[in-house]
């Protein structure tokens, strides 16, 4: 086991620069995730991190070991990739036993690890069957099982779930998180996906265009969002962002008209100089339908059973909240919106930098 | 529409009419054909321009190469349209007359006292003239003036005419050595013979050896170059490395202008105590069966032959003529061989006559090289030719060839009865026939182009014979072949020795062909590479230029004394301070076998290269990153991951590569020849030389392609059948992929 600690990765592909000094602690044992949109550079993090690019700058270590310049098969890591990548000349046995038979193992320990591993991903069944017989989901855990034969210090997955059908996705993501608590060995995990972000990590980064937007636990980079673009990368559906000026206590919405717009009542901040120009973000899932509050005008609703989606426009500005099931409410209605100035979180309106945390 | 259907009506009539035409306008025309060069073509030209002004007759002359005036003249006059006169040297005539293209001289007997006595001879058969002598050749001793003060008395006082003692790098006299036509002087001179009447092998015995050592000394003691052609007989008189050359008249075009030279009959060797007497040629008029018919023709023949073309041909081309009734001639050059003619021997004309100089020539080679001692290396000779000459098969019966065909045929015949009789059969027949269009005319194509010169072929090989009265042998042929002609199975010329020898060939090749193409395509196919375009295109040429041009250019590399690559090894061993003698690349079996693999090697792999790199494009790349995570370094990555993986698309290419190399004809025949004495002749090249060059014998020649036929076959389908033998011991464990997505149970 070991921890990762990355300080000021650069990597650049011609004249783009796709890392721009990344700085990423995982402490030893842990399940970090990178998520991110596409073109990030959370893959290529990840392949840094393998040995399977090399980096134009900064560092790479495990524990005290400086592994920046190392070659791959020196970093004891092992990967399981998004095409799974098994070796289509050779058996699900002999996939298995790739890593060990170079090393030199003695066939005993490698037929115990290979039995072990095929027990844990139930894999015995398939041992001698050749990788294109197999299914997706059958393949990906032949890819798991290569990777945890290894008994490296260190488990990558690259978007391991991305192939598989969503019922599938489902399963196997409780399962990578059982296996990882099982084997207590520090894992990173590229996915876009912000849920199997949100479920598996114990520690996310999210990152934006090549740097690490924030680090933290789920619960907590959900909770408070430094940045505009964390706080809406997470959440489904995605935070609600309307523009407006501190005034005291209360940040007052721009209005299309030169008139008065609401007015949502936030938290103490110290940052929230009056009169600046602010970004309010609101989840759906944080408003209340009230007497007295900001007014919603509904254009759109979305019924799901056990709850309903309103859309429509605060102050011009477009809203989705999250309704208990039992409102009933049509297109055209005014609600009115209370907000708990806990739950509302300020952002600059130019550098979208929180004004909370 | 109708417009263009008449003119094309009118077009194809035209061209009928154009076939026709000419035909009658023949009539008019002689045809002629020679195989002259230089000053003999020009003066024969000469000679027929005036023949057309006097006469009004023209004549179309065609020039044809040596080699091939054989075979193409009994193409044909098979066809009836040969010449109605050729030229040609009278050694052949017994080859022309056993092909049925020569015809005896209309009126010989008027012809006859006019000429030498050996000219005479040389162009009789049977009593009967079969062609109008124009010319008599033989070699003679060329000197250089300026260097020698002339002829001398006796072979063995050569260096006493020297006005100077010679330079080094030079011998006293330069000769082809290593070839009967240049050794017969010596050989006659010690009273051996070549042939005797009855067509039996002479050069062997006493004589004969007794020749060989002379000639042997004569190397040893610097007299001689140990091996020289006529190219370098030539360099080496012009100059003046060799003041004394033993070569005929053609030599003389060939020297520059101004060379201070002389000729003289051939001297005395002392130790024989006879004079030298080479070999003596003489070149006819020949008459077709359609030139003798004609009146024009035979005009036109004692045209060439009278008087008045002997003074021109001599005066222009310094020939000798054969005729005895001309004034003598001012010209040194022309007298001096004509004083030769005298004691010159006719070459044999007899069919065995041609056969007698492949293994004289082999024998010549090794002893003067030093390999074998005379009297082993000529009665290999005379093994060898009576090898050849051996009596054809008797004809066989055919009844159970027939027999055999005629049930198969049957079998066959029922076989097909009872398919059409299959309900369900006819009815896809039916079904498919708007299909059988479609494929009818490839079909078609394919069987008149492939598969009936292919049985044709195989079928040749069940008869033995002259080509034109070929006769049914059964098995006979394949029978020869596989018990080596009753000589031991491993000799020189057997089958088997041959075919291990192309079994070598072939996979030494392969070999060197995989893994170059192997190696260089990875290499190219690296993502890194600069200028990978212009690579592509260098490595491809190999492969783009004919490979008759490649072999014939590698064979000048590898060549003794100018080649490029016994330049490179001199200069190689000057650098590391070794004195290396140039290697001789064809007097061994493993520098010959050598020469020819570089140049296969060369011409073969851009196809391997540029299969691989296809084949790799097949290996996934993600694949060869997770063999780097788990730890392979780049070797065992190529041969763990990516080999296993492209060798299934390689194969296909590497057993064609195979049967290609297999049937490399042109690089073995080109590059070494089959030389040293044949041994590395393949199975193609040796089938060769059975048809084209030991007389004709097709049958046996075909024999051998049908072996080389099954072999490949067999060797082609061997993997295949291995493989469906695996596979179907393997499929017993074989089932069904499971279902999608079972869930895992992680023990805790």
């Given amino acids: 086991m070991a921890a990762v600690t990355i300080e000021g990765l650069l990597k650049r592909f011609g004249d783009t620069e796709v890392l721009k000094g990344i700085d990423a602690e995982v402490p030893e044992g842990s399940f970090a995730v990178l998520v991110g949109p596409s073109g990030c550079g959370k893959s290529t993090l990840l392949r840094l991190i393998a040995g399977l690019e090399q980096a134009d700058g900064g560092s790479i270590r495990f524990d005290e070991r400086n592994v920046t310049q190392l070659e791959p098969r020196d970093r004891d890591v092992a990967m399981v990739f998004q095409s799974y990548a098994l070796y289509p000349h050779l058996s699900v046995r002999e996939n298995l036993c790739f890593g060990l038979r170079l090393r030199k193992a003695k066939q005993k320990d490698i037929d115990k690890r290979v039995d072990e591993a095929a027990s844990m991903l139930g894999l015995e069944p398939l041992l001698d069957r050749m990788p294109k017989a197999l299914s997706g989901g059958q393949r990906q855990r032949v890819a798991m099982g290569r990777a945890i034969v290894r008994r490296p210090s260190l488990f990558l997955f690259d978007e391991p779930l991305s192939n598989l059908d969503a019922a599938l996705r489902a399963q196997v993501r409780v399962d990578i998180r059982k296996l990882h608590d099982q084997l207590e060995t520090t894992s990173v995990y590229v996915t876009h996906d912000q849920v199997e972000a949100m479920t598996l990590a114990d520690v996310m980064f999210v990152m934006n265009r090549g740097r690490v937007e924030q680090a933290g636990p789920p619960l907590e980079v959900y909770d408070k969002p430094q940045s505009r673009f964390v706080a809406g990368f997470l959440g489904s559906p995605a935070m609600n962002f309307l523009d407006g000026k501190v005034e005291g206590e209360h940040v007052q919405i721009n209005s299309p008209d030169d008139g008065d717009g609401p007015r949502v009542k936030f938290a103490p901040a110290a940052k929230a100089t009056e009169g600046r120009a602010v970004t309010v973000g609101i989840r759906p899932h944080h408003v209340e339908v009230a007497d007295v509050g900001v007014p919603l005008k509904v254009t759109y609703t979305e019924a799901l059973g056990g709850e309903t989606y309103a859309y429509g426009r605060v102050a011009g500005q477009p809203i989705v909240v999250r309704l208990e099931a039992h409102e009933r409410v049509v297109p055209g209605d005014v609600l009115k919106l209370g907000v708990d100035p806990e739950c509302v979180q300020l952002f600059d309106a130019d550098s979208g930098r929180s004004l909370r945390w | 529409m109708v417009r263009g259907l008449r003119a094309a009506w009118l077009g194809a009539v035209l061209c009928l009419v154009g076939l026709v035409v000419p035909r009658s306008a023949q009539a008019e025309t002689l045809r002629l054909w020679h195989a002259y060069r230089g000053d003999e073509k020009a003066a024969l030209e000469a000679l027929l321009a005036q023949y057309e002004r006097d006469t009004g007759v023209h004549v179309e002359t065609l020039n044809v190469p040596f080699d091939a005036f054989l075979s193409k003249l009994q193409a044909a006059v098979l066809h009836g349209e040969g010449p109605h006169l050729f030229i040609d040297a009278h050694n052949r005539l017994g080859a022309l007359a056993h092909r049925k293209v020569v015809a005896a001289v209309p009126d010989g007997a008027e012809v006859a006292p006019v000429l030498r006595e050996a000219a005479r001879e040389a162009v009789s058969m049977d009593g009967r003239l079969y062609g109008l002598p124009i010319s008599m050749k033989s070699v003679a001793l060329y000197y250089r003036t300026d260097m020698v003060t002339g002829p001398p008395d006796q072979l063995e006082n050569l260096r006493q005419t020297l006005r100077a003692p010679l330079g080094a790098a030079s011998y006293p006299l330069a000769y082809a050595s290593a070839s009967l036509y240049f050794h017969a002087p010596f050989l006659h001179a010690f009273g051996g013979r070549v042939l005797s009447d009855d067509d039996d092998f002479q050069f062997v015995g006493s004589e004969a050896e007794a020749s060989l050592r002379f000639v042997h000394g004569l190397i040893e003691d610097g007299t001689v170059p140990a091996s020289a052609d006529g190219a370098l007989v030539t360099q080496l008189f012009s100059s003046g490395k060799a003041p004394f050359a033993i070569s005929g008249p053609w030599l003389a075009s060939e020297l520059p202008d101004g060379l201070p030279y002389a000729v003289a009959p051939l001297p005395i060797i002392g130790a024989a105590g006879e004079p030298m007497a080479p070999f003596l040629t003489v070149e006819s008029v020949f008459f077709t069966p359609d030139g003798a018919a004609s009146p024009r023709a035979a005009e036109l023949g004692r045209y060439l032959f009278g008087t008045e073309a002997s003074i021109l041909r001599r005066r222009d081309a310094r020939v000798v003529p054969a005729r005895r009734d001309l004034p003598p001639s001012d010209d040194a050059f022309v007298a001096a061989f004509e004083a030769q003619a005298d004691t010159a021997v006719p070459m044999p004309k007899s069919m065995a006559g041609q056969a007698v100089f492949e293994p004289a020539d082999k024998a010549l080679k090794k002893v003067l090289n030093g390999t074998m001692g005379a009297a082993e290396a000529l009665a290999e000779a005379e093994f060898r030719f009576d090898d050849v000459q051996r009596p054809p098969p008797e004809p066989a019966s055919t009844t159970p060839a027939l027999l055999i065909l005629g049930a198969l045929m049957s079998l066959a015949a029922l076989a097909m009865v009872k398919r059409a009789r299959d309900r369900s ?324």
């Fill in chain 2, 425 to 748: 059969f006819r009815a896809e027949v039916r079904r498919s026939l708007p299909a059988y269009r479609y494929v009818v005319h490839a079909v078609v194509a394919l069987g008149v182009l492939v598969f009936l010169p292919l049985s044709a072929g195989a079928a040749i090989s069940l008869f033995a014979g002259p080509p034109d009265e070929q006769y049914f042998v059964g098995l006979h042929n394949f029978w020869l072949i596989l018990t080596a002609r009753g000589g031991p199975l491993l000799a020189n010329g057997s089958f088997y020795l041959v075919l291990l020898t192309t079994i070598a060939w072939t996979l030494i090749n392969v070999f060197f062909h995989v893994s170059i193409g192997l190696l260089l395509g990875t290499l190219l196919a690296r993502p890194t590479l600069r200028f990978k375009g212009f690579y592509r295109v260098l490595l491809i040429v190999p492969w783009a230029v004919p490979n008759y041009v490649t072999a014939l250019a590698w064979k000048g590399m590898f060549h003794q004394q100018f080649g490029a690559v016994t330049a490179f090894q001199l200069k190689l061993a000057g650098l590391l301070g070794m004195n290396m003698e140039p290697i001789a690349w064809f007097s061994r079996f493993s520098t010959a076998f050598t020469a020819n693999i570089a140049t296969n090697v060369w011409l073969g792999f851009p196809f391997m290269m540029v299969v691989t790199i296809a084949a790799l494009t097949s290996v996934p790349k993600d694949v060869l990153e997770a063999a780097k995570v788990d730890g392979a370094s780049r070797w065992q990555r190529f041969r763990l991951v990516t080999l296993p993986i492209i060798r299934p698309n390689m194969l296909p290419a590497v057993v064609l590569g195979s049967v290609w190399t297999f049937n490399m004809f042109n690089v073995v025949f080109l590059v070494s020849g089959g030389e040293p004495d044949g041994s590395t002749d393949i199975l193609v090249s040796e089938a060769y030389r059975w048809a084209f060059t030991r007389q004709a014998q097709y049958g046996y020649a075909a024999a051998y392609a049908v072996l080389i036929f099954l072999l490949l076959f067999g060797g082609t389908r061997l993997p295949a059948w291995i493989k469906s033998l695996r596979q179907r011991s393997r499929s017993v464990g074989e089932d069904e992929p499971g279902p999608v997505g079972r869930p895992v149970e992680v023990k805790a």
